[in-house]
């Protein structure tokens, strides 16, 4: 979720109600360095919590003088460590999802961390089920990570070989809750109120985590917890409510100056926009249009034409 759950929308999940949240994962090194870049990442505010800073990285004793760095800062609710990111810049270099192939490893980075937090906060992990098919490790993984003063663990139910393709095996997500003592949360294919309670009945999970559904749809928290309430499905979401948020967003980032200028903040959102139109009447001509925004006003101006039902979005 790197480059999408910044802190303003993180405000916008919360507010549509997400429980707990993580920031983007950081850099270890990159705290280390009090890179003004790196550091931004572990932005948060008081009403987004409660809220965990991730850290990746491959080096323990480096990773927890990064870890202690941040509750300097501003203590966060808990400290987690990535060990799922398939990303082959993060790969190279040992960290996220790679970590999985040695186990030495991961205990070294774990009870680094562990010991320079020191009880000042929790320290969670979360991980993929394996490297590959054919080292499908989450159930050992996750008993090292309990041994080493882990408290909680989240598991995405895919390798990394997979990416973000096929399908998540819950079935090792279950495993995996039911050979620790401390608390598992589920991620993968997570879309709907009717998903989260499946997963919650079928497998052991102490709680689901809800990822890229949200990029498009961050309504899906609000809707799953009606679910869970009613058990019925929540009203649909208008064109109007959805492009209130959009732009509310775009407004946000523009004001923050997290991204600089208004110009390079709507350009930096792009994909993020983009993302947001998933499933839009007219989908295709409205991504090609907002390709080129450049200014919060470009935005008000599509909104407007495609909620008039304009023929070149259809």
């Known amino acids: ?34 890179d003004a870049r790196t550091r931004k990442y572990t932005e948060f505010t008081d009403e987004q ?12 004793g480096r990773m927890g003088e990064a870890a202690k760095k941040i509750i300097d800062w501003k203590r966060p609710d808990f400290i987690d460590i990535n060990l799922g990111c398939p990303v082959n810049k993060v790969v190279a270099k040992n960290g996220g999802s790679s970590l ?27 991980m993929r089920i394996g490297w590959d098919e054919k080292t499908v490790n989450a159930v050992e993984v996750a008993r090292l990570l309990e041994e080493c003063g882990i408290q909680a663990i989240t598991v995405h139910g895919r390798v990394r070989s997979q990416g973000y393709g096929g399908v998540a095996d819950w079935q090792v997500i ?8 401390i608390p598992v ?32 749809h961050p309504w899906v928290f609000r809707e799953a ?30 004001g923050s100056g997290r991204y600089g200028d208004e110009k390079q903040t709507l350009t930096a959102m792009r994909s993020r926009l983009m993302a947001y ?23 008000e101006e599509l909104a407007a034409r495609h909620n008039a039902g304009f023929p070149d979005f259809i």
């Not at 192939?101 to 969670?124: D, I, K, M």
């Not at 009606?226 to 948020?245: C, Q, S």
């Open 185 to 216: 949360i589920g991620n993968g294919d997570i879309t709907c109120g009717a998903d989260v309670l499946r997963r919650k009945h079928d497998s052991a999970v102490a709680g689901v985590m809800i990822g890229r559904a949200a990029m498009h």
């Open 1 to 34: 979720m790197a480059g999408v759950t910044d802190v303003i929308f993180r405000q916008l999940c919360k507010e549509l109600g997400a429980d707990v949240m993580v920031t983007e994962f950081v850099s270890a090194e990159g705290i280390l360095q009090r």
């Open 49 to 60: 919590r409660p809220v965990g800073v991730q850290l990746f990285g491959a080096d323990g």
């Open 100 to 126: 999985l192939r040695n186990c030495a490893l991961v205990a070294a980075v774990a009870s680094g961390v562990v010991r320079a937090v020191g009880g000042q906060v929790p320290v969670t992990a979360k």
């Open 225 to 254: 917890k009606h679910f869970l309430a009613t058990g019925t499905e929540a009203p649909g979401i208008g064109l109007d409510e959805r492009w209130e948020l959009i732009i509310r967003h775009c407004r946000m980032a523009v």
């Open 277 to 299: 139109c998933k499933g839009f009447p007219g989908a295709k001509g409205l991504r090609q249009s907002l390709c080129h925004v450049a200014a919060v006003s470009e935005v």
């Open 174 to 181: 279950d495993a995996v809750a039911r050979a620790v003592s």
